[in-house]
């Protein structure tokens, strides 16, 4: 993965770093087995498509009409070298968002201590009791280190929840809302409707029912629907 870092590269996007202009640059490879994944073939990769020169010499052709990279994946922080990686597109002018699922903690914090990150969005996969049926990925503990790090140190980041109602109901959607309330968690919580696609890492079928929504609890914190009918 050293000689090709990335997997793909997407050129322009609105939607990946809200109010910037951005390239999404995917890592391969991933810790966890979400079955509404809908990045199964960068999950699997064992090669990128793109090395480090390729890389710099878009993202120098891209300074002063792109603001931002976002770094995502599958789960960008399995690359070892990611934090000097960062560093170097910071160097160009770039501000930096990460999609991380939050289990590599000791570089997050390193990350977030050098100034790296500018902006984190952090996958919280299901409540404490669903999560390693969910994810496959056994430590929870490492995701709430990083979540807990993040609030005490006021970062600038936003926690996000996938729904498939075959996975996650309502308690379990109030049980994440209650922890997150009870860590001293001030920012929004964005809860995501599943959107269903034919290749997806499970053998999960579309919704029979939605989340409903006013079973939610949205007092306890500032709780915000993503592609939900409302």
Known sequence: MDDKILYDITKFTVLDYEEHLSAVLWFGGCNMRCPYCYNSDIVFAKEGN??????????????????????????????KKLPQLAREIKELGYKIKIDTNGTNPKMLKEMLKDNLLDFISLDYKAPSYKYQEIT????????????????????????????????????????????LYDKGYKNSYYIQNYMHQEKILGTLKEQTTELDITKIKTDLIDVKFRNFKI
């Open 50 to 79: 793109f090395d480090k020169d390729e890389l710099f010499r878009f993202l120098k052709s891209r300074q002063r009409r792109l603001e931002a990279v976002v770094l995502s994946g599958g789960e960008c922080t399995l690359y």
């Open 136 to 179: 496959k990925h056994k430590n929870f503990t490492l995701f709430k280190e990083s979540l807990i790090h993040f609030i005490e140190n006021e970062a600038n980041f936003e926690v996000r929840t996938t729904v498939h109602t075959d996975l996650l109901d309502e308690n379990d959607i109030n049980h994440i809302i209650k922890d």
